[in-house]
C-alpha cells in the first residue's frame, strides 16, 4: 500500500540506460513524460504565496518513477525567465545533468527532452540557479525498486522546505549584509538523544562508544556559525505544522520514510518521537540498518527510515526540528479514527545543531561498498568564508575565478574536503557517487553519498571512481554561499 503526499508529488515513470538530449519533437510524446517549470500558489498560515514548482503529469509535484523504467521526461519551462533543472544524485550523461556550466538554459517556453538511466532510491530535482531553488522551484523523484515493490511498505515523502514571503534576491541579500539571520557564534553540544544512533554492523560503533564529537573541545562544544538567515516558514510538503498533512496509516502498518531536504540554507534533525526508527538508506544508497530516534540531514541530503507502528490507534507525529533554534515543521502519521492534537510550529527547547556532529556519519556503512582500491590521485579541496565579509570560496577561489581540479577518466580519485570556515558546508558532487572514507583522522568504511556535511574547522574524506569525461560541477549546497562563489568544476579528462 502506497500513499504519496495530498498536496504534491508523484507521478509516472523511468530507469535503464543513457543518451544525449534529443529535440522534444524527435520523440513520441507517448514515450515521456511531462514535467513543467511553473508558478503555484500555497498556503503558508493561512497566507497566500506564491512559489515555483515542477508538476507532473498528474497536476502533482515531483515523478515517481516505477522499477525497470527509463527517466524519459520532456520538460517545459513555463516560468517568464530562463531556467536549468537539475536531477540531484542521478547520473545522467553530462548534457543532461541540468547544470549551467554544460548546459545551455531553457527559455520561456522551450521544451527539452530527457533520457538516461535511473538510479533507484530517493532523489530529487530543482533549479540550479539559486534564487529559483529558494522560491522552491525543486521537487521530489523518486524511483523505486523492485525489492520496494516486494517490503510492502506504505512508502511516506517528506519534501522539506525553508520559506520566506521576501524576494529570493532579498532574502540572499540580507543574508550577505547580516541582516537576515541569526548570524552569531552557537555552539554545539552532543544531541538530545546520546543513544539515537546504534549501528548492528560489525565494524561500526554505537553512539555510547563513539569518539568525541569531531571539531570539538573537550568540554563537547565548539563555537559555530550557524542559521544564515531566519525564514518566515518551514514546510513539509508545502504545509506547516499550523495545517500538518495528516497522513492516513494502518495500525500495526509498515512506513517507509523518504525524506528530502530540499531547503535551501537549513539542516534538520528528524525527529521519530516514542518510535525507533531504522535509517536504511542515504542518498538513495543503502546502508547498514542503523537504529534512531534522531536522524541529522543537511541541505541536499535525504534519508530512508523504516517504521514499524504499534498497534494501539494513536496519531503520531514526525517531526523536522530546525537546528539550533526553536522552529519546527512535520506531519502526522494518523490511524482511522485518531484523534489528532494541535501541533506547535515552535519546539520548547533549542534543537542542537546538526554541524559539528558526526556520530551518524561515523556509525554509517555501505551495505555496497566500493572496491577496495588504492587511490591513483589525491586532492585536498580548501573551503574557506566568513560572514563578513559574506563571501565563500573553493580552494580560495570563487565560481568566477575558479581553477577546475582535474583527474583522469577511470582513476579512483580521494579527495579530502578540509574546511577552514566556522560554518559546516553540505559538499555536492555532480555526476557521480562517492563513499566517506574519513573524518578528520578516523578511517571509515562508510555511506555511499553525493552530498556530505563538511564540519567547521574539520574534514572529510571521500573515494569516488571519476565518470565521464566532461566538467562536473562541485558545490556547497546552501544557497547563500553558492550564490556568493562556493562552486568549482571537477575536470574529467579523457585518457587515451
Known sequence: MTRLSRRG?????????????????????????SLVAETRTIDVNGR??????????????????????????????????????????????????????????????????????????????????PQQEIAMLAAPLIVRSPEDVASDRQEVVMFLHDFSFLSPEEVISQTARGTGGHHGMAHAPTPVDHGAMHHNGDNAAAAPDMPPLHGMDATGAMPMDLNDFDFDAY????????????????????????IINAASMTA????????????????????????????????????????????????????????????????????????????????????????????????????????????????????????SPYVWTINGSVWNEHTPISVAQGARVAMMFHNMSMMAHPMHLHGHVFQVIAIGGQSISGALRDTVLVPAMGSVTVAFDAGEAAAWMMHCHHMGHLATGMMTELQVRATA
Open 235 to 258: 514546510l513539509v510538503n508545502d504545509r506547516t505544522l499550523e495545517d500538518p498533512e495528516i497522513v492516513p496509516v494502518e495500525s500495526n502498518g509498515r512506513i517507509r520514510l523518504r
Open 9 to 33: 508529488f508523484l507521478a509516472a515513470s523511468a530507469a535503464m540506460s543513457a543518451s544525449l538530449v534529443v529535440p522534444a519533437r524527435a520523440r513520441a510524446a507517448s514515450d515521456s513524460l
Open 48 to 129: 497566500a504565496a506564491t512559489v515555483m514548482g515542477l508538476t507532473g503529469p498528474s497536476g502533482q509535484q515531483g515523478l515517481t518513477l516505477s522499477p525497470g523504467q527509463r527517466f524519459q521526461v520532456e520538460l517545459l519551462n513555463g516560468i517568464d525567465t530562463d531556467t536549468i533543472i537539475h536531477w540531484h544524485g542521478q547520473i545522467p550523461p553530462n548534457a543532461q545533468d541540468g547544470a549551467p556550466n554544460t548546459n545551455r538554459m531553457l527559455t520561456p517556453g522551450e521544451r527539452r527532452a530527457y533520457d538516461f538511466a535511473a538510479r533507484p532510491g530517493t532523489y530529487w530535482m530543482h533549479s540550479h540557479i
Open 268 to 387: 534538520f534533525w528528524i525527529d521519530t518521537g516514542d518510535l525507533t526508527g531504522r535509517l536504511v538508506a542515504v542518498d538513495g544508497d543503502h546502508v547498514q540498518s542503523l537504529p534512531g530516534t534522531r536522524f541529522p540531514i543537511a541541505p541536499g541530503q535525504r534519508l530512508e527510515i523504516d517504521l514499524d507502528l504499534p498497534g494501539d490507534g494513536i496519531a503520531r507525529p514526525v517531526l523536522a526540528l530546525r537546528e539550533g533554534a526553536h522552529e519546527q515543521t512535520g506531519l502526522v502519521l494518523a490511524p482511522a479514527g485518531a484523534p489528532v492534537s494541535r501541533l506547535s510550529s515552535r519546539a520548547k527547547t533549542e534543537t542542537p545543531p546538526v554541524a559539528g556532529d558526526m556520530r551518524m556519519e561515523l556509525a554509517m556503512r555501505a551495505m555496497s561498498p566500493l572496491s577496495q582500491k588504492q587511490p591513483d590521485d589525491r586532492h585536498m579541496v580548501m573551503l574557506g568564508g566568513s560572514m
